[in-house]
């Protein structure tokens, strides 16, 4: 049997969407809008955002991999005082540098892939790291480096399943394409258990964020996903979930402490 970072590449790669299609999309099917992924006002209790505080120190670090515009990380400030971002968006770093600043904490942002990054963004006593993991194929090197940069705690959270899995039904409307269904939640704890680190799990029901959301944006998210003109908003608004992209959906936390020294 094929080992467990070897099954979670080959799934994450069955997503690859097929050359003909890419070829002819209007714009670029990747990246995330930003004002989809502000951090909200008032962070929610979640069980990610628990086990982090509940290993920082008073004024202690954060290390937030994959930062985007902040939400893993500014939410643990209080008792966090020094924040560090890593992510490859310039466009995220400066929302998320805004932000750190109206809240009065140390900030610094390094801008690459991780784990390239880990040199330059240094250790901390807790390191975030939210919904980043179904973007790496090549996961043991990844989370091997969230684990050496952490002091106290590493947290880790993902959707259950894989994100893009809402959009299935339109890949089929409009490509007649039928999308893989996995990897899971589940297959990144069966990798982290390959290479000895045995996490807690926590599955929990997120929060909602439609409210907070102009439907025109996540219908142009969606139809970006799905390498369409603009002339097809109307198509895919008809289409897509309510819920598409922030519904009261299956999160799970994971969260390990590195070897003592």
């Not at 400066?94 to 932000?99: C, E, K, L, Q, S």
Request: hydrophobic share 45%; glycine share 6%; net charge negative.
């Amino acid at each position: 049997m094929a080992a467990a970072s070897s099954r979670w590449a080959e799934a994450l790669h069955a997503w690859a969407i097929p050359r003909e299609i890419l070829a002819k999309a209007p714009e670029s099917p990747w990246g995330f809008p930003p004002e989809l992924f502000a951090a909200p006002e008032v962070p929610a209790s979640t069980p990610s955002r628990k086990r982090a505080l509940g290993a920082l120190p008073p004024g202690g670090s954060v290390l937030d991999v994959g930062v985007g515009a902040g939400a893993a990380s500014l939410g643990l400030v209080p008792p966090a005082a020094r924040l560090v971002g890593v992510d490859e968006s310039a466009d995220m770093l400066v929302r998320f540098t805004a932000a750190s600043a109206r809240l009065g904490v140390a900030v610094r942002t390094v801008r690459t892939r991780w784990p390239e990054a880990a040199g330059e963004a240094g250790r901390a006593d807790v390191v975030v790291c939210h919904h980043v993991l179904y973007n790496v194929a090549d996961l043991v090197p990844f989370v091997r480096a969230l684990t050496s940069s952490a002091r106290r705690r590493v947290v880790v959270e993902l959707t259950a399943e894989h994100p893009q899995s809402a959009l299935s039904p339109l890949w089929l409307h409009f490509h007649g394409l039928e999308r893989p269904t996995g990897p899971s939640a589940d297959d990144a704890v069966e990798v982290l258990e390959e290479v000895g680190i045995q996490p807690d799990v926590e599955r929990f029901t997120g929060s909602s964020r439609l409210a907070e959301v102009d439907r025109r944006d996540l219908v142009a998210f969606a139809r970006r996903r799905l390498c369409l003109p603009s002339d097809r908003d109307p198509e895919v608004d008809s289409l897509l979930p309510v819920n598409a992209a922030f519904p009261g959906r299956e999160l799970v936390c994971l969260w390990w402490s590195p070897p003592r020294a």
